[in-house]
């Protein structure tokens, strides 16, 4: 587990897809009730787990688009009183219904005054959401943007150079194909820039700390 902030975690692991490893990432955000939110989980480890009960009550689960479903469903199990946040669309997971909420761009009133967020448009077979953790100065992103670095394997580096994701920070190519409305979409990405980011954390690629909000946009300019 990296501190990334006060009350802001992240938790690596090894992911592969398609051949490449991709890595994957969770966040974990405390907040002022001392509650935790478990962003995009990693698998449910005992030790990861030991440590997070040291650290507070985990009180929200959130997958962050409807492809981010690996291992939700042991994180749901290993904390039935938490509840679970998913997009329209997702695959379905046996919870009460009173243990569950569908992602609106209204904040739940978990984390209301603390995160806001953003249901992205033009992706329905996505639906992701975006997060910005004010105090940090956070965007929390699942697969919105990438930034993966170099790889020794051949076919990483031209798998990645394919698919405009070698060293890139921005959207993948695959990524732009999910997009079905463009103008909902650009309207979506102007919402975000209206936040006051300056560290981007997405869930494949390393953490952007400084500069986020150019990159981000710069990264974006082909919608105009």
Same mark, same amino acid.
């Given at each position: 587990?990296?501190?990334?902030?006060?009350? @802001?975690?992240?938790?690596?692991? #090894?992911?592969?897809?398609?051949?490449?490893?991709?890595?994957?990432?969770?966040?974990?955000?405390?907040?002022?009730?001392?509650?935790?939110?478990?962003?995009?989980?990693?698998?449910?480890?005992?030790?990861?787990?030991?440590?997070?009960?040291?650290?507070?009550?985990?009180?929200?689960?959130?997958?962050?688009?409807?492809?981010?479903? @690996?291992?939700?469903?042991?994180?749901?199990?290993?904390?039935?009183?938490? $509840?679970?946040?998913? #997009?329209?669309?997702?695959?379905? $997971?046996?919870?009460?219904?009173?243990?569950?909420? $569908?992602?609106?761009?209204?904040?739940?009133? $978990?984390?209301?005054?603390?995160?806001?967020?953003?249901?992205?448009?033009?992706? #329905?077979?996505?639906?992701?959401?975006?997060?910005?953790?004010?105090?940090?100065?956070?965007?929390?992103?699942?697969?919105?943007?990438?930034?993966?670095?170099?790889?020794?394997?051949?076919?990483?580096?031209?798998?990645?150079?394919?698919?405009?994701?070698?060293?890139?920070?921005? #959207?993948?190519?695959?990524?732009?194909?999910?997009?079905?409305?463009?103008?909902?979409?650009?309207?979506?990405?102007?919402?975000?820039?209206?936040?006051?980011?300056?560290?981007?954390?997405?869930?494949?690629?390393?953490?952007?700390?400084?500069?986020?909000?150019?990159?981000?946009?710069?990264?974006?300019?082909?919608?105009?």
């Amino acid at each position: 587990m990296k501190k990334i902030h006060d009350n @802001l975690w992240v938790v690596e692991r #090894p992911l592969r897809q398609f051949g490449v490893n991709l890595g994957m990432r969770m966040t974990i955000i405390r907040l002022d009730t001392g509650g935790l939110i478990l962003h995009s989980p990693v698998a449910c480890e005992d030790q990861l787990k030991a440590q997070l009960d040291c650290m507070g009550k985990v009180c929200a689960i959130v997958a962050p688009n409807c492809m981010h479903d @690996l291992f939700l469903a042991e994180w749901i199990s290993a904390y039935p009183g938490a $509840i679970y946040y998913h #997009p329209s669309g997702m695959s379905d $997971i046996t919870v009460l219904p009173d243990q569950k909420n $569908i992602i609106s761009d209204d904040a739940s009133l $978990i984390w209301h005054g603390e995160i806001e967020q953003h249901v992205i448009k033009g992706l #329905p077979r996505l639906n992701e959401i975006a997060f910005f953790h004010g105090r940090s100065r956070t965007l929390l992103l699942a697969d919105l943007v990438f930034n993966l670095s170099g790889s020794d394997s051949m076919y990483e580096t031209l798998f990645l150079k394919i698919n405009n994701a070698h060293k890139k920070f921005g #959207p993948t190519r695959l990524f732009k194909t999910f997009v079905k409305d463009r103008e909902a979409f650009r309207a979506s990405i102007e919402h975000l820039l209206q936040w006051d980011f300056e560290r981007v954390i997405m869930s494949h690629g390393e953490i952007l700390f400084q500069g986020g909000k150019k990159r981000f946009k710069d990264a974006f300019g082909w919608l105009y």
